[in-house]
Each structure stands twice: as structure tokens, then as C-alpha cells.
């Protein structure tokens, strides 16, 4: 049960990631590569854009292996509760229901002698 909410915070972590790299990019060229455009800078643009979508990249296939990971360690345990189905939850704990009289001219003689619920008016 902890690996399964490592793994969850992990992704939270990743997701909150890629949202921002994918918001420093701009598909038209600009973004943060237009921004640091002086030439006398360490990382020059070309390699600020390789750097972002790699990191796209990185952090997309991270998050798909992560997700797929959490089928491996979800938790499915019993919990000591009883597996029924419904209809077997049903048939145990529903009554049949009682006749209704919709008719309220009908007599009790006419029921057959029983009286049955009268419908709300």
C-alpha cells in the first residue's frame, strides 16, 4: 500500500512538471528561447529548445511507465468483506413487496376477502 502511494505522488509530481515545460514552450519558436537570445549566453537557443523537448519527452514517457506501474501495485484486498453479488445481496434482503389497491372502489370482498394497502390520494 505505501509503493502505491509513492508511485501516486511521483506522477502528481511528473504531471505538475510536464505542465510547466510544456507552458515555457512556444510552438511558434518564441517562448523561452526568444527570450534568452544574447550571444554571449552558455546555453545558446537552439540548445534551450533541444533541452525543453527532450524534457517533454522524458517527463511523457515517465508519466505513461509510472501510470502503467500503478496496475502492478494498486490495492485489491479483501478486507474482510463478503464478496456477493447483487442479485444474491437482493434476493436475501428484499421482501416481496405488498399488492397495491390503485382502485379505491374496489371492496374488500372484491380482493378476495384481504385488505390491501390504498395508494396515496
Known amino acids: 500500500m505505501g509503493i502505491y502511494y509513492f508511485i501516486s505522488i511521483l506522477i502528481f509530481i511528473v504531471c505538475i512538471l510536464l505542465i510547466l515545460v510544456v507552458l515555457v514552450q512556444n510552438s511558434k519558436g ?36 509510472l501510470t ?15 464478496q456477493t453479488t447483487t442479485k444474491e445481496y437482493l434476493d436475501e434482503n428484499q421482501a416481496a413487496p405488498a399488492p397495491i389497491n390503485y382502485n379505491p372502489e374496489v371492496s374488500k370482498e372484491a380482493a378476495g376477502g384481504e385488505e390491501t394497502p390504498q395508494a396515496p390520494q
Not at 537557443?45 to 517533454?56: M, Q
Not at 502503467?68 to 463478503?82: Q, W
Request: hydrophobic share 45%; net charge positive; no cysteine.
Open 30 to 65: 518564441g517562448g523561452l528561447t526568444s527570450t534568452f537570445s544574447s550571444s554571449n549566453q552558455v546555453l545558446g537557443v537552439k540548445k534551450t529548445a533541444d533541452f525543453l523537448e527532450k524534457s517533454t519527452w522524458t517527463l511523457a514517457i515517465t508519466l505513461l511507465v
Open 68 to 82: 502503467l506501474a500503478t496496475i502492478f501495485v494498486i490495492p485489491r484486498g479483501n478486507n474482510g468483506a463478503p
